[in-house]
């Protein structure tokens, strides 16, 4: 750049020895050039005796030439004063207004937003921003380059430095993965302690469940037993066993020589000749009489259509068709028949005429010879 001082008024002096080289139609060199050879010049022309030869690279050598070096200088010269007297004669010229298209003034940018000349506009013009935020885009945008990447809210607390925002920025985010991490770990933990109580939960309402269900089976067998005995009771009351004093002496299905049909048939009960028989049960007289190997024999029929057998018997009391009621004395006990001793020998039909154990009927009578 050219220095602003102005123009020399005096012209420069001439060069002695450029005037005299030029004169005398040959150059000379500058001041200083040769020391105390100023004015001698001979021609040198180098041979192969007078120049060494080069190794490496080929040099070339560069000829000095005083007119060179002094048209050199006197062009620096003359660019200086053209220079300074033109900057000189630039200062003195009145300043040119230059108008711009609309298209373009348009386009151009607001003073506010220009990087370090926001700050200069004042909040109290017309054109300043009403709201903070709108306050905070324009200070960001009138800073300088290190608020660059400043969000709005981040200007509005107060943040100048790109790089502290963006630390902030980081160690936010940070923490937020931190909290989300322990809420998922809490969650995760509140889920896994839910699941657990559930199933402690559900542990305990099937082993209450399985109690009450015991417990409830327990009192449905302990109600169905006992109203088995109280039904059992009510038929014993019209139910009644065929002797008051006894002994058994042979069971139904004993095998033996002395049967038949080669074992017993029926139930023996042994008592003395004459002991009244009693009716088990209500019916009606089917038959009373001799009855060969039974001896005399008495057959009761009861409401439901099964028989009892009275055999052996020493006499009769009753007659076919006659109604009877429990504990009705129907004869007495004897030894006629096929008989070792007196004893009634007792047998029970079902409906159908099929021979069944008389224990077990009179069991489930509610009686237990």
């Known amino acids: 750049m050219a220095s602003n001082e102005p123009a020399l008024d005096t012209p420069m002096p001439p060069f002695p020895k450029l005037s005299a080289a030029i ?99 004042s909040h109290d013009s017309p054109d300043a921003p009403k709201t903070a935020a709108a306050r905070a885009d324009q200070k960001i945008a009138a800073s300088p380059l290190t608020m660059t990447g400043l969000s709005t809210s981040e200007a509005e607390a107060g943040a100048t430095d790109a790089g502290e925002a963006l630390r902030a920025r980081i160690l936010q985010q940070a923490e937020q993965q931190k909290a989300g991490a322990i809420a998922e770990a809490k969650a995760a933990a509140q889920k896994a302690a839910a699941e657990k109580a559930a199933a402690e939960a559900k542990a305990k309402q099937d082993a209450a469940a399985a109690k009450a269900a015991a417990e409830k089976k327990a009192a449905e067998e302990a109600a169905a037993k006992k109203a088995e005995e109280e039904r059992l009771a009510k038929l014993a009351a019209s139910y009644s066993l065929p002797v008051g004093s006894y002994t058994i002496t042979s ?119």
């Not at 200062?91 to 230059?98: A, G, H, M, R």
């Not at 003034?105 to 607001?110: T, V």
């Not at 049909?261 to 042994?270: I, K, Q, R």
Request: a negative charge.
């Open 23 to 121: 004169e005398q139609g040959r150059p000379q060199p500058l001041y200083g050039d040769v020391p105390g050879e100023t004015e001698s010049w001979e021609e040198w022309d180098p041979t192969e005796e007078s120049v060494r030869p080069v190794r490496g690279r080929h040099r070339v050598a560069k000829q000095r030439g005083g007119l060179a070096r002094s048209s050199t200088v006197l062009g620096v010269g003359v660019i200086a004063a053209v220079g300074a007297g033109g900057m000189a004669t630039a200062q003195t010229k009145p300043p040119v207004s230059i108008s711009l298209p609309d298209s373009i003034s348009e386009s151009l940018p607001d003073l506010g937003s220009l990087p370090g000349v926001g700050e200069l506009v």
């Open 251 to 369: 069971t139904f299905g004993e095998a033996g020589s002395m049967w038949s049909s080669g074992h017993h048939t029926g139930l023996d009960f042994a008592s003395p000749t004459g002991t009244p028989l009693k009716a088990i049960h209500s019916g009606t007289i089917k038959s009373a009489g001799w009855a060969g190997a039974y001896g005399y024999r008495t057959v009761i029929t009861l409401d439901d259509g099964s028989e009892l057998w009275y055999c052996h018997q020493s006499s009769l009391a009753v007659s076919v068709g006659q109604k009877v009621s429990t504990g009705d004395v129907i004869g007495r006990v004897g030894a006629t028949g096929n008989v070792t001793g007196p004893h009634l020998h007792l047998e029970v039909h079902t409906p159908s005429g099929t021979g069944i154990d008389p224990m077990t009927w009179l069991q489930s009578k509610g009686l237990n010879p």
